[in-house]
T-cell receptor, first 119, second 111 residues
Framework: GAVVSQHPSRVICKSGTSVKIECRSLDFQATTMFWYRQFPKQSLMLMATSNEGSKATYEQGVEKDKFLINHASLTLSTLTVTSAHPEDSSFYIC???????????????FGPGTRLLVL | GESVGLHLPTLSVQEGDNSIINCAYSNSASDYFIWYKQESGKGPQFIIDIRSNMDKRQGQRVTVLLNKTVKHLSLQIAATQPGDSAVYFCAENRGYSTLTFGKGTMLLVSP
């Protein structure tokens, strides 16, 4: 089955620093990846859609200059939280669409998530 | 006091019981639905999906029912096991657009 990995799994940083999170599709090529944010006991909220070779599409209310997304290859997308503040502390999860499913279905496979704590 | 949004609906069952988790979706144009299971501290795990031209789909120990008339989706888990304890999310999709997740239901299975 489709496997998506994230690195790191957990990161603690000081306020004002930047943090990069990597998302990789391990056994398939993903032209589209997605970044979600999840607060405790809440649902997943889509932040942005990352397209290989082009600019990411951000959801309303998500600051593109604060959450930088780069999708430089078919197996890697990165999310950089710039000038992180305590309110950015959250669980960040990526997913990748497996193009092998075909048709008009969208089967997304999720990474294990990255827990960010900003002090 | 309680805060809105910090308490997931919870379903508590005994091991061996059948569980039914419900979800109301919002968009009548959605044509593809997925159930995900999320264990604490982990990413969502795909369980089962169903397209809008179907009413029912069965997997191993799980069944998804779709009622388009009332925009309702349910996940039935047979012979629930402690390992099924997790938060379950339904998600809806329209064409190749993005997924919209429901609020989630926590399933607690007692031995």
């Amino acid at each position: 089955g489709a496997v998506v990995s994230q690195h790191p799994s957990r990161v603690i940083c000081k306020s004002g620093t930047s943090v990069k999170i990597e998302c990789r599709s391990l056994d398939f090529q993903a032209t589209t990846m997605f970044w979600y944010r999840q607060f405790p006991k809440q649902s997943l909220m889509l932040m942005a859609t990352s397209n290989e070779g082009s600019k990411a599409t951000y959801e309303q209310g998500v600051e593109k200059d604060k959450f930088l997304i780069n999708h430089a290859s078919l197996t890697l997308s990165t999310l950089t939280v710039t000038s992180a503040h305590p309110e950015d502390s959250s669980f960040y999860i990526c997913s990748a669409r497996d193009p092998r499913t075909g048709g008009n279905r969208e089967t997304q496979y999720f990474g294990p998530g990255t827990r960010l704590l900003v002090l | 006091g309680e805060s809105v949004g910090l308490h997931l609906p919870t379903l508590s069952v005994q091991e061996g019981d059948n569980s039914i988790i419900n979800c109301a979706y919002s968009n009548s144009a959605s044509d593809y639905f997925i159930w995900y299971k999320q264990e604490s501290g982990k990413g969502p795990q795909f369980i089962i999906d169903i397209r809008s031209n179907m009413d029912k789909r069965q997997g191993q120990r799980v069944t998804v029912l779709l009622n388009k008339t009332v925009k309702h989706l349910s996940l039935q888990i047979a012979a629930t096991q402690p390992g099924d304890s997790a938060v379950y999310f339904c998600a809806e999709n329209r064409g190749y657009s993005t997924l919209t997740f429901g609020k989630g239901t926590m399933l607690l299975v007692s031995p």
